[in-house]
Structures are given as C-alpha cells and as structure tokens.
C-alpha cells in the first residue's frame, strides 16, 4: 500500500478499519502512528484486562498447539487451556481469569486478539475491550493524536473472516472518546457505539458472539465484558507480553453524551 492509498485514511487524526487487511492499511505507510489500538470484546480484550487489573502478566500467543508449550516454558508462563469449560484452569474465558493472582504469568493464545497485536509493529500497540474504553483511549491519546483503533472481528475456525458487531461498538467506545479529526470509517464506529451504550448488555447477548457464548453456558463472560468503563487498565504490548499503562480515574466521568471527538464532515 502506498503512502497516499484512500485506504490508509492518513488524512486523519483517528482512523478505524477491520482485522488483519484493515492493520495492514492503516499501518502500512510512512506517516507517522503514536498508537495502535487493537480491539476485541469477546473475548481476548476482555480477558487480558481482567487479569492486567488483577496484577498478572500475560503472554499473548496467536494459536492454542504445541509449539506453545515451549514458549511458555521460556517465559516462565503458565499456558491457557483451549477449551473453555475446563473447570479450575486459566482459559480465553473471561470469568476463568477472576481469581488469578498478582505476578502471574500466563500464556493466553488467541486467533484474532492476541494475532493482530503481535502483527502490529511499527507504534505502540494497546488491546482494548469495552471494559477499558476510556482507559486506553487516554492512555493511547497521551502518546499522540495519530490513532489507529483495529475491530479484531472474528477469523474463524476456517479462516473466513466475520465483522464481529461487539468489536465494532468496542472500537468506536474508544473513539468516542479520543480528541482529533476522525475518519469517515472512524465517524461511523463512533456513532455505534453511541446507539449501543443505551443498552449495552442487551445488544452484547443479543448479538450473534454473545449468543454463542450464552449457548456454550458462558453468560458470565458476556456481562463481564459489558461492564462499560469499569476498569482503570490499559493493557500495553512490551516484549511480547502486555502490562498495564495505567491512568487514573477522571473525578467526574463524562456521560456517554459528552462526545470529545471533532467529527469532520465529508
């Protein structure tokens, strides 16, 4: 992709695509990016601010095989089970990771989340969930107003990608309440999300993910990732492990009305 490619929407401040093809147009040019901001509600997002909040370290890895295990002994982690009803162990299940301690460390695989913040290079790169919207939209804008925010989606167990619509109203909580010029794709995340914050845990287990999820007996992890601004992390890659980028609670929250972007007119 070329600097001045109408798929980089480097015009921008704040910019908003899809998965690894959106990354790709977004970070692929020579302008200069302050951060990434990788999002994905259900569940990778969800389950590493749990454990970031709760003191852990988490590794993230792209699939749940083998090779993994050899990782995780170099890193000195514990390796996140693939399956998410395995009663008493750390998994990509949200609720699984509530009790995890302080200092651990903790291999958590995942084929889109944990993928696309591997893949992102070349800026900071945060993972984001409705949890911690405000959070790391502050943390990110501390270091920039060049913004790229990434809806993980869904890649799928045979590798076709699915718009996953939790992902879009997690990126555009996050644009909500960043400061700059947004981009068309921006705008229109933005604007989800401020339909969706009316009935947050609603949508979530209306939509096709939390669904899913409420079928395979996890409602638990649904309600914990519509937990809106609940949480004062911002998880950071750094070596390949993310730690919290912390930032503190403002006095007097915004309402979800106060809209802090600067939407551009096209």
């Known amino acids: 992709m070329t600097l001045n490619s109408p798929f980089s929407q480097n015009d921008f ?5 899809w998965g690894l093809t959106g990354l790709r147009n977004l970070s692929g040019g020579e302008d200069q990016i302050d951060a990434i901001i990788i999002v994905d509600v259900l569940c990778f997002g969800t389950a590493l601010d749990i454990a970031i909040s709760r003191g852990a370290v988490i590794f993230p890895a792209v699939h ?16 996140a089970e693939s399956d998410n009803f395995i009663n008493g162990t750390y ?20 084929q889109n989340g944990a993928a696309l913040s591997l893949t992102a290079s070349n800026a900071p790169v945060f993972c984001a969930c409705l949890r911690n919207a405000r959070s790391v939209a502050r943390a990110a804008q501390s270091l920039g107003r060049n913004l790229v925010v990434i809806a993980a989606g869904d890649g799928g167990k045979n590798g076709a990608f699915r718009p996953a619509l939790e992902d ?3 990126a555009g909580a996050i644009i909500h309440y960043l400061k700059g010029t947004l981009s068309p794709e921006a705008q ?3 604007c989800s999300f401020e339909s969706f914050s009316r009935a947050a ?8 993910t939390g669904r899913e999820l409420i079928e395979q007996g ?3 992890d649904v309600e914990l990732a519509a937990a809106l601004n609940d949480s004062l992390s911002a998880p950071l890659l750094h ?13 007097a929250p915004p309402s979800y009305d106060e809209q802090e972007t600067t939407l551009t007119a096209v």
């Open 13 to 17: 401040d704040v910019r908003f695509d």
């Open 64 to 79: 749940a095989d083998s090779s993994n295990r050899e990782r995780a002994r170099l890193v000195r982690a514990e390796l």
């Open 91 to 110: 998994t990509l299940s949200p609720s699984s990771l509530l009790t995890i301690a302080a200092g651990e460390r903790l291999l958590l695989p995942s």
């Open 168 to 170: 879009l109203w997690g």
């Open 188 to 190: 229109a995340a933005a």
């Open 201 to 208: 845990l609603h949508l979530l287990r209306r939509c096709a």
């Open 218 to 220: 996890l409602g638990q």
């Open 239 to 251: 070596d390949e492990k993310f730690e919290p980028f912390m930032v503190a609670r403002p006095a």
